[in-house]
């Protein structure tokens, strides 16, 4: 994959790791609006890279871009190239509902299915075809496990899954989602809905799976951008009714410390100061 | 001086309101005091399990009981597939447009359609037309055509009340929209659904113009849905309008009160306990 040594947007590093997803000259539109425009950045497996920029420039809209959740909205157009694992993401033959299986989701509210906590966890794996109880039990375990949440449910799992607190309920959607053993996590504002000390769970919850998993966050908090990823890229949309661009992508330590774009700049600093 | 007059229009509304609201609440009492009054002297073992006999029909009104509650299950059996099938086409389906509001529109227009137009209909077509005779069945389908759009518009709204982002995270799993809207979107519709056909059953148990016209009116035991039968309503309105047994069309009618009661507090029941469950 040569394309993706000659990244063309400003501030790429050269690829040091091996890439998982590479994006190539992507526009959106929501109808007539145009969303999103020219996004190109490869984006590194078994890292935290973090989508940063201010409301409404089209850091969700990007995210959903990757595991064609987008696809679900009527009137939308994706143009461009999106590349996972070398594949075409957007190309004839991907199933979207494969492709989701390997790029798995969690959104800001926790959205844990109203059904046990078991059933919540069994849930991907059952659709997939794993019907043998007991293979199903280590899944459920082993998932639950990963997502730091064993030791609170194991004697509740046949407890609904909404009773839990709402960062349980999140790392919950964790669990839910690493069952169907996805190589790519998108997460989009996974902490804007749930209390400080759920946060830290969560954030190191993102430093154990990132030796496993590639993984993708949204946030508007420029400390735990600071804090969890390795990488980030800043969007903008610099006029309201333009589409939004990627501005810079770099190393997360050279973005927050010297930015090449004055605008990256701008806006980091203004959230600091 | 200008103060009190303000006062005074505003004591004055007040009471106007007030007095409107007693209103309401007088005449529930009213309506369920003189049934209650002139009918639980009646009410008895006898009297629920027992025929009625005797040129005055003396004794109990068991099998209009079971009549009733025949065909309103029988009638619920019909409608809940199609109903609930029909609505999840018109939630998750459909393309929201022309044809969907048609169906919206026809569905809250059957819902207006006088009963008795409704029991004509199912005279010509289930009793006559297709054979059924006067019978369960007959009145069954016709009910069915009554509950039809009651059941499918709560269906509906049940549905597109589960929040879009349950059903993100099904698809986020891999799931296919059929998955996601038998295993995720129905399951957590599923109280209100039913809310819905409870509440529609209690409105098929106090009907009475379809039931006359396709059940008709012969005091007996159904057994087979192909059996004609008399519904309670029907049974009332004989005794009352004939002078058979006045003290008998009251009990016949607190009792049926009693149910459509059973019924709607049921419904609540089961809405509340949902809301604590999820809540």
Known sequence: ?273 | MKRDAKNLTNAAALAVFWLAGLTTVVVLGAVIGYVLVNGVGEIGLEFIFTNPHGVNAEGGIWPTIVATLYVTGLAMLIVTPVAVLAAVYLAEYAVQGRLVRTIRFAADTLASVPSIVMGLFGLALFVESMGFGFSVISGALALSFLMLPIVMRTTEEAIRAVPKYIRWGSYGLGASKWQTVSRVVLPAAASRIITGIILSAGRAVGETAVVIFTMGTMINLPVLPTDPGRSMTVHLYQLAMEGINMPAAFGTALLLMAMVLAFNLSARWLLRRNRRMQG
């Open chain 1, 1 to 273: 994959m040569s394309e993706a040594l000659d990244c063309p947007s400003p501030g790429v590093p050269s690829a040091d790791g091996e890439v998982k997803i590479t994006v190539r000259d992507l526009d959106f539109h929501y109808g007539d609006f145009h969303a999103l425009t020219g996004i190109s950045c490869d984006i590194k497996a078994r890292s935290v890279t973090a989508f940063i920029g201010p409301s409404g420039c089209g850091k969700s809209t990007f995210l959903r871009c990757l595991n064609r959740m987008n696809d679900l909205i009527p009137g939308t157009r994706v143009d461009g190239t999106v590349l996972l694992d070398g594949q075409d993401v957007y190309g004839p033959g991907v199933d979207p509902v494969d492709l989701r299986r390997r790029v798995g989701m969690i959104f800001q509210q926790p959205n844990p299915f109203p059904m046990s906590i078991y059933d919540n966890v069994a849930y991907g794996p059952r659709l997939h075809g794993v019907k043998k109880r007991s293979e199903l039990d280590d899944i459920v375990r082993m998932s639950l496990e990963r997502a730091n949440l064993w030791k609170e449910v194991k004697d509740i799992l046949d407890r609904g899954g909404l009773t839990l607190s709402g960062g349980q309920q999140q790392r919950l959607c964790i669990a839910r989602v690493l069952a169907v053993q996805p190589d790519v996590l998108l997460m989009d504002e996974p902490c804007s809905a749930i209390d400080p000390t759920s946060v830290q769970k969560i954030e190191d919850l993102m430093a154990e799976l990132k030796s496993s998993v590639t993984i993708i966050i949204v946030t508007h908090n420029m400390q735990q951008a600071a804090r969890v990823s390795d990488e980030t890229a800043f969007f903008l949309q610099e006029q309201a009714g333009e589409p939004a661009i990627l501005v810079e992508f770099g190393r997360t330590a050279e973005i927050f410390t010297s930015p090449k774009d004055k605008r990256t700049e701008d806006y980091i600093t203004g959230r600091f100061g």
